[in-house]
């Protein structure tokens, strides 16, 4: 019964790690972009940081889980 958990973890924590990467990447490109004023632009930025965070963390869970459904 714990594998089927961990494996369903595992594809949960893979699919949030993918959606704070992309989300990431879209709050780069925000942050980038000369045309949206300064203060959209510094908050892309802090976004773009706390998505980054977040898909490591999801990243890291995915791989613990990852191993406890082949040990």
């Known amino acids: 019964m714990d594998t ?3 494996a369903g973890n595992y594809v949960s924590d893979k699919i949030q790690g993918a959606t704070a990467g992309a989300s990431k990447e879209a709050n780069k490109e925000v942050a980038k972009d000369s045309n949206v004023g300064v203060g959209s632009r510094l908050q892309a930025a802090g976004d773009a940081i ?3 965070a977040s898909e490591h963390k999801h990243d890291a869970s995915a791989e613990v889980n ?4 082949t040990h």
């Open 4 to 6: 089927i958990k961990n």
């Open 50 to 52: 706390s998505d980054k």
């Open 66 to 69: 990852k191993q406890k459904t």
